[in-house]
């Protein structure tokens, strides 16, 4: 006789798909106003789906933010325009040139623009009196994101203290604050890379071009594959040429570095980062590569 029972055994994505969408929900009931911090990058944008199918068929109950270096992928401001207008939800743009001109951050000449986000960013949480930032970091990306909870508190100044974290047994989250605090809040963060790639895949979710295998003009800087634009000039003793690359992560155009890939589908890309050994931060991100304690010490000022 064929089997009558229904198997109502989830998938690994349906898992972590089911508590995002339940951290989603668990905040926007929970705190006053709520905002998605947005780097146009594909985690960002897989939280973005999540929040989509959480509260569907209402639309996102809390708006986007985005730091705007001035140093973006144009592919990546492209595709966070497509997003905006699909779903009609609110973007609120914190310009770090605004901050400069208005004093709230200070360009020495020195410090790069993703450390001038940590000022740029506090400041418009403050302004528009956010209490809590959906943030798009996983635990295996990188060493202080591993030790970071799903419900991260940050003082009236912004700052995280790792040694100061609430506990969230059985998945019971400490929302608490006082005034002038906020949660920053990680839906994804027990998420994989190959996680996400999988479920960009299941769900079909439009992500910048710049993802996949493209012919790009790059140089060698600090080991790493980086951009040669107007904003990102070569420097004495190196050379562009034309390769075949790819990006594994979307950020600053001068900090963000690419890997040589052929890459050209999500299908592709997944069995690329299936053996891959080195996570994307890792690999192409020089921000991270200033100390062995670079993303901490950045996330104890207030860094995303």
Known sequence: MP???????????????????????EVAAEFEKPVLMFSGGKDSIVMLRLAEKAFYPAKIPFPMLQVDTGLD??????????????????????????????????????????????????????????????????????????????????????????????????????????EGEHMRIFPISNWTELDVWSYIAREGIEIPSIYFSHQRRVFERGGMLMTETPLNPCKDGEVAEERTVRFRTCGDITLTGCVESTASTVEEIIEEIAVARVTERGATRGDDKFSEAAMEDRKKEGYF
């Open 73 to 178: 992928f144009p592919e990546v401001l492209q595709t966070r325009d497509n997003w905006v207008n699909r779903l009609g939800v609110n973007i609120v743009v914190a310009s770090i040139d605004d901050a400069i001109a208005n004093g709230v951050v200070v360009d020495d000449g020195k410090t790069s623009r993703n450390r001038l986000q940590i000022g740029t960013l506090l400041n418009a949480i403050e302004e528009n009196g956010f209490t809590a930032a959906f943030g798009g970091g996983r635990r295996d990306e990188e060493k202080a994101r591993a030790k970071e909870r799903v419900y991260s508190h940050r003082d009236e100044f912004g700052q995280w203290d790792p040694k100061n974290q609430r506990p969230e047994l059985w998945n019971l989250y400490n929302g608490r604050l006082h």
């Open 3 to 25: 089997d009558t029972h229904a198997d109502y055994r989830l998938s690994q994505l349906d898992q972590l798909e089911a508590e995002s969408i339940h951290i989603f929900r």
